[in-house]
């Protein structure tokens, strides 16, 4: 049973470029949500996406911003990087529904912005 | 404005002892909260979790109690194993479902042999 799939693994960009970091949830999920974790922190929650739109967001600016495609994957993008954006990028799949906050989380893509 | 916190950063227990991990919350709205375990290069994974009608949650080796009054969440491990050498994250959620999970910045417990 494929469990949450992410990628690219590693990453490294350049300060005011773009970055587009994808996700394929657990089989039989539908509900993707996006954390930055950066070093030393706890992961802190971008937003999360179901049935193709955005349902929640944490406090991220607009150069943040996702996609979720019929087939449940998802897409997060960051635009005009900047050095503090350097972190793990962890994707978590959930199957929604009241009681639902046992995520599965992928092994997340390492951005590193120079 | 830290609302799940962890102030231990690291533990060190013997193998074969109790291992205690702690978590403090301040935001009042949080009603469901939950444990995950991190190994380098791998995605958090849940490990168990309490709802705030009960005050403990029992699996296996591991045992979450919860104080609410004092906003306080505690993990117990018995007997602690050197494969449970890893950093824990406690995290809270409001509400009963999908919603977003507030964590705190970890615990790195290390099992001496």
């Known amino acids: 049973d494929a469990g949450v799939t992410q990628s690219p693994t590693h ?3 350049t300060r005011g470029q773009q970055v587009t970091l994808r996700c394929s949830p657990k089989s039989g999920h539908d509900t993707v949500s996006w954390y930055q974790q950066a070093l030393g922190q706890g992961p802190q929650f971008i937003f999360q996406y179901y049935e193709e739109e955005e349902r929640q967001r944490g406090n991220f600016p607009d150069r943040f911003s996702g996609h979720q495609f019929p087939n449940y994957s ?14 793990l990028y962890l994707c978590a799949s959930s199957l929604a529904g009241p009681g639902t906050h046992q995520y599965t989380f992928g092994s997340g893509t390492r951005l590193t912005v120079v | 404005d830290q609302q799940v916190k962890q102030n231990s950063p690291s533990l060190s227990v013997q193998e074969g002892r109790i291992s205690i991990l702690n ?22 994974t849940f490990l168990i979790s309490i709802s705030s009608i009960k005050d403990k949650n029992e699996d296996g080796r591991f045992t979450v109690f919860l104080n609410k009054s004092a906003k306080h969440l505690s993990l117990h491990i018995v007997p602690s194993q050197p494969g449970d050498s890893a950093v824990y994250f406690c995290a809270a959620a409001a509400n009963f479902g999908n919603e977003k999970l507030t964590f705190g910045t970890g615990t790195r417990l290390t099992i001496i042999p």
């Open chain 2, 23 to 44: 978590c403090d919350y301040t935001n009042s709205m949080f009603d469901y909260f939950l444990w995950y375990k991190k190994y380098p290069a791998e995605g958090p």
């Open chain 1, 11 to 13: 990453l490294i960009k």
């Open chain 1, 74 to 87: 998802s897409e997060l993008n960051v635009n005009a990087l900047l050095l503090g954006d350097s972190a």
